[in-house]
Nanobody, 124 residues
Framework: QVQLVESGGGLVQAGDSLRLSCAAS????????MGWFRQAPGKEREFVAA????????YYADSLKGRFTISRDNAKNTGALQMNSLKPEDTALYYC?????????????????WGQGTQVTVSS
């Protein structure tokens, strides 16, 4: 069982940066792949980025490559999403997720554990 708690969201202006954090409970976090997803009002949840259990592999949504960076620190049971050059269209509720498989995935349905989300609002 893994519990995930996101933090770091907030209200920023276009062009600013934010760093989201995901704190995980449980001793087996290092065995789980992790992902970030987001959901804007009236839209479906979409994939943002994923990282393998070891951290050696990462994958990003095409539209976000170059602006977002996913990382993790297994020694601290934490994950992070660095977001740069934020745009108003990045406004959404951002979720951290984990799955009991080491390989990463972009499919939300493959993740068993989810946090409550942290709100990111980007003003123009």
């Amino acid at each position: 069982q893994v519990q995930l708690v996101e933090s770091g969201g907030g209200l920023v202006q276009a062009g600013d940066s934010l760093r989201l954090s995901c704190a995980a409970s449980g001793r087996t976090f290092s065995s789980y792949a992790m992902g970030w997803f987001r959901q804007a009002p009236g839209k479906e949840r979409e994939f943002v980025a994923a990282i393998s259990a070891s951290g050696s592999s990462t994958y990003y949504a095409d539209s976000l490559k170059g602006r977002f960076t996913i990382s993790r620190d297994n020694a601290k049971n934490t994950g992070a999403l660095q977001m740069n050059s934020l745009k108003p269209e990045d406004t959404a509720l951002y979720y951290c997720a984990a799955r009991t498989i080491r390989a990463l995935s972009s499919r939300a349905t493959s993740y068993e554990y989810w946090g409550q989300g942290t709100q990111v609002t980007v003003s123009s």
